[in-house]
């Protein structure tokens, strides 16, 4: 059974950048598709990016195309949310989910077995 734990949520002015991380324990953590979703107050939760066992990443929320990137270190066990020129409208708890990929690509499925805690962002000046 995998384990995730997220780290790197704060409170960042608009404009600017925030990494989170999220840490995998478990059997081979490397063999998980891992996405990011957020939560923001009084939303549904709603995907943000997913990146495979392989390295390809799924964009989930076309808002964050072109500020936010997903990247995985395999070594560490710890995919990472790298958010730029961030909004007051990306407040929100980040959560990261699991789910085990065989042959097929399971970002596109969006359906997680394994999830963290959350990390909270708070976009604010």
């Known amino acids: 059974q995998l384990q995730l734990v997220e780290s790197g949520g704060g409170l960042v002015q608009p404009g600017g950048s925030l990494t989170l991380s999220c840490g995998a324990s478990?059997?081979?953590?490397?063999?998980?598709?891992i996405a990011w979703f957020r939560q923001a107050p009084g939303m549904e939760r709603e995907g943000v990016l997913c990146?495979?066992?392989?390295?390809?990443?799924?964009v989930y929320a076309d808002s964050v195309k072109g500020r936010f990137t997903i990247s995985r270190d395999n070594a560490k066990h710890t995919v990472y949310l790298q958010m730029n020129t961030l909004k007051p409208e990306d407040t929100a708890v980040y959560y990261c989910?699991?789910?085990?990929?065989?042959?097929?690509?399971?970002?596109?499925?969006?359906?997680?077995?394994?999830w963290g805690q959350g990390t909270q962002v708070i976009v604010s000046s």
């Open positions: 478990g059997p081979t953590p490397e063999y998980y598709a």
């Open positions: 989910a699991a789910v085990f990929e065989g042959v097929q690509a399971m970002c596109a499925m969006g359906r997680f077995d394994y």
């Open positions: 990146i495979g066992s392989s390295g390809r990443s799924t």
